[in-house]
């Protein structure tokens, strides 16, 4: 009886921890996550994916960007990365915004941020192809 009850508060304990651990886990987006959602046409209800207008993300590069104020679209100009996107929700993909806390949101918001890292790395990675190309030319 002792070892079953230590084994149910191994469980119980163990459970707790992980529910702590993913609860810690919801503080911050998942950029692939994000990415799912937005190549998903019923991600938010609706019937379009973001990726049907913004394919692999091309044109929002900018948009994570940190000295960014101001985000537009079709329907108007925001303050907020969240509302920018959840304006292209409603407007573009006909589904439902979501909470711009919710998970959901960081997941997108991670990914979008994630556009504008790929970027800069294939600028970094532009110079030394370009000077190998020059090399194999003389
Ligand atoms: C019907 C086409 C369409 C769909 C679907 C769509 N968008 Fe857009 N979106 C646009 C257009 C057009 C703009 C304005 C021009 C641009 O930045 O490409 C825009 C702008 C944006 C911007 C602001 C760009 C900036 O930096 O100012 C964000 C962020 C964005 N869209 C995210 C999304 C997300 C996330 C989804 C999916 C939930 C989505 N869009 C779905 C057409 C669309």
Not at 4 to 9: H, N, R
Not at 79 to 98: D, F, P, R, Y
């Amino acid at each position: 009886m002792k070892i079953l009850k230590a084994v149910v508060m191994a469980v119980i304990v163990s459970g707790f921890l992980f529910s702590l651990a993913s609860a810690g886990g919801k503080m911050k987006g998942d950029a692939e996550k994000g990415r799912a959602l937005f190549n998903d046409p019923k991600a938010f209800g609706g019937s379009v994916s973001c990726s049907s207008c913004h394919p692999d993300g091309k044109g929002l590069e900018k948009s994570g960007m940190k000295d960014k104020k101001e985000w537009t679209n079709p329907v108007g100009t925001f303050k907020s990365l969240e509302e920018a996107i959840n304006a292209c929700i409603t407007a573009a993909n006909k589904g439902q915004a979501i909470d711009v806390k919710s998970q959901e949101m960081m997941d997108m918001v991670a990914y979008i941020k994630s556009l504008g890292m790929k970027m800069e790395k294939e600028m970094k990675q532009e110079i030394p192809m370009e000077m190998k190309e020059k090399k194999s030319g003389y």
